[in-house]
T-cell receptor, first 116, second 115 residues
């Protein structure tokens, strides 16, 4: 069974600085998808970034980028130029390709606080 | 505006009662999902449906039931058999189950509290 682990329950960063959130996963599949979702205090889940395992190039979305290490089964999220609006809980999620069910397996989450 | 709506936002239930949480989407998505969120445990899958009139159990289906009579709607019933139902419930949908890797879009959630 696939598992996703986020080992940092809480993190903080000063506004305008850079922070990296860690995520590791376990799977026997070769093709799969990885996501980072953001859940602000409103509790609305918002997709931040996605990575397809068969693509070697790391995904980027403006200030958000990932470091995808397939062999190490690691998928970290880097937030550059942190803003107060980045304060949220961040979830790493895995979607296997088997059966195309689209089921997501989530990590436990990391609460990020951006300090002014 | 297209999106996913969940109602009510807050729900209170007495022990022994069944309650139904609503989830509606107008995104024309085929697949819909229900997750439960507890503090420190992330989101866990309760049920999912890839097509009308068909659904499958997720990892924590015991004490819950669903129906999928319309493409747009996927209500979740929390039955009295669910031993610890107090949680935050999130509904999600996804376009084309056959399109591998398509992300899920989430509703705003329902907070259920058992009194």
């Amino acid at each position: 069974a696939q598992t996703v682990t986020q080992s940092q329950p809480e993190m903080s960063v000063q506004e305008a600085e850079t922070v990296t959130l860690s995520c590791t996963y376990d799977t026997s599949e070769n093709n799969y998808y990885l996501f980072w979702y953001k859940q602000p205090p409103s509790r609305q889940m918002i997709l931040v970034i996605r990575q397809e395992a068969y693509k070697q190039q790391n995904a980027t979305e403006n200030r958000f980028s990932v470091n995808f290490q397939k062999a190490a089964k690691s998928f970290s999220l880097k937030i550059s130029d942190s803003q107060l609006g980045d304060t949220a809980m961040y979830f790493c999620a895995f979607m296997g390709n088997s059966g195309n069910t689209g089921k997501l397996i989530f990590g436990q989450g990391t609460t990020l606080q951006v300090k002014p | 505006d297209g999106g996913i709506t969940q109602s009510p936002k807050y729900l209170f239930r007495k022990e022994g009662q069944n309650v139904t949480l609503s989830c509606e989407q107008n995104l024309n998505h085929d697949a819909m999902y229900w997750y439960r969120q507890d503090p420190g445990q992330g989101l866990r899958l309760i049920y999912y449906s890839q097509i009308v009139n068909d659904f499958q159990k997720g990892d924590i289906a015991e004490g819950y039931s669903v129906s999928r009579e319309k493409k747009e709607s996927f209500p979740l019933t929390v039955t009295s058999a669910q031993k610890n139902p107090t949680a935050f419930y999130l509904c999600a949908s996804r376009k084309m189950p056959g399109l591998a890797g398509g992300e899920q879009f989430f509703g705003p959630g329902t907070r259920l509290t058992v009194l």
